[in-house]
């Protein structure tokens, strides 16, 4: 199903939510989030829209390949890239339970509060977008980076 043609008016919307939600976020940890989530999530299309766009804006392949392994891996990422990735996995699995104390402290450390409040927006988005990728089928491969996301 095409739903933002069917729905335009909540793809707009979406849309908007993006654009306000990842103003003032790293580029780099915004796309890292975008990817851990839709790995999560199993969301082939913008696990295909987010890695390009991180390619083009200059990440490296490797850490992106070893996103899925970051526990193991964390010696290719910050403190700061670390605690964002982990949130995001609270976050994203949150009928798992509640985001830990832990995480979210981890991250109010690395982020000031303008900061966390922008990046938990921009972990939110990125978990509806895939709930939509996700459930309508949308198919991956197509995406090609122009500098704008969804």
């Not at 987010?50 to 392949?61: F, N, Q, R």
């Not at 980076?145 to 969804?150: A, I, K």
Request: charged share 25%; with cysteine; hydrophobic share 45%.
């Amino acid at each position: 199903m095409e739903w933002a043609k069917h729905a335009p008016e909540v793809y707009k919307a979406m849309l908007q939510l993006e654009k306000a939600a990842k103003k003032g976020v790293d580029p780099v940890v915004y796309e890292l989030v975008k990817i851990r989530a839709s790995q999560l999530n199993h969301c082939a299309f913008c696990l295909d829209m987010h890695t390009k766009d991180a390619l083009a804006a200059g990440e490296s392949v490797e850490r992106i390949v070893q996103l899925s392994a970051w526990e193991e891996s964390r010696h290719f990422y910050t403190e700061r890239e670390l605690a964002a990735i982990e949130l995001t996995e609270a976050v994203t699995v949150l009928t798992d339970g509640f985001v830990p104390d832990a995480v979210y402290e981890k991250a109010a450390a690395h982020f000031d509060e303008a900061e966390l409040a922008q990046l938990i927006a921009s972990i939110t988005t990125i978990n509806a977008w895939n709930r939509f990728g996700v459930t309508t089928r949308m198919t991956p491969g197509h995406y090609k980076p122009t500098g704008h996301q969804h």
